[in-house]
């Protein structure tokens, strides 16, 4: 067969123009006291959103922002076909249990922290393919939850090296369908790195290279170079993740220079917020994008803009069981 849309290994392009209708983006009080606190569409100071469990918290943040991307978009659920959701807790519940009253059609996807960049791929898959006429892409994750199921509950009060990520309370929904400001141009699915990291609090060092690994594929995929984007932001390799793939990049002869940022690195102030290495979790580039990077997208600030969210794939088993880190990365590109 011949596959029209698809450019090299891991690229595709999109053809039909799929483009953002709009976002919502949802995060908790840490996050709004952080540098883009104002970007935010809500700041919920309460960290249990009105709940009883930090779960049913997080099912509530996702439900929240997935209305206020469709109140912004104009849309109701009933003018959506499908939704693409996915988090960092067992089993993806809340995703799943954060849009079980919206009677939307739902693929439950799990990324990590690249989820936000696995679900945009999929939702202007779906648009461009002719399968869908609006799909929102949604990931969202919540502090409390995370540390209880990756780490220790919050009561305990264990202590972060230096090299650790504070993970986002936050989730970010962002509606793909056709006639829109922003479009969706390319997607570059990222390939599994795994270079033996162990440290489950140096999430920052295993998901640098799998960044590295898709920027290079994206680049000799499409053609293009660093210089033609206004901003590649990765989400989340944190400082130490940034320094490293800033490192490698340039040992491979990519200067990437000032317009390279990432995303953990900007949503907290590493100076007064003691995150450490910055921000991580599928909330962390979602929220990013959503508040930060999009409106900038749609007032012609930025004009061209690679996405590329990273995700550690570990988890409490794989870790106890002494297992190293894999990582992956997805890049969106968009433009104006």
Known sequence: MNYTKRLGGQTVEFTQKPTILGCGVVVGKKEGEGPLGNDFDTVENDPLFGQETWEKAESAMVNKAITSCLSKSGLSAEDVNYIVAGDLLNQCTASSFGVRELGVPFLGIYGACSTMAEGLTLAAMLVDGGYAGKVI????????????????????????????????????????????????????????????????????????????????????????????YDLILSGDLGSVGHTIASELLDKEGYAIGANYKDCGMMIFDSQTQ???????????????????????????????????????????TTTLQGESIPAIAHAIALTV
């Open 137 to 228: 892409a949604a990931a969202g994750s919540h502090f409390c939850s995370a540390e209880k199921q990756y780490r220790f509950p919050l009561e305990y009060g264990g202590q972060r090296p230096p090299g650790a990520q504070w993970t986002v309370t936050g989730c970010g929904a962002i509606a793909v369908g056709t006639g829109g400001t922003v479009q969706i141009t390319h997607a570059t699915t990222g390939r599994i790195e795994d270079m033996g990291i162990k440290d489950a609090n140096n999430m920052g060092a295993a998901m640098a290279p799998a960044f590295v690994s898709t920027l290079k594929a994206h680049l000799q995929d499409t053609g293009r170079t660093i210089s033609d």
């Open 274 to 316: 003691d995150t450490h290495s910055g921000g991580s979790g599928c909330g962390c580039g979602a929220s990013v994008l959503c508040g930060h990077i999009l409106p900038q997208l749609e007032s012609k600030t930025l004009r061209r803009v690679l996405f590329i969210a990273t995700g550690a794939l570990l988890s409490p």
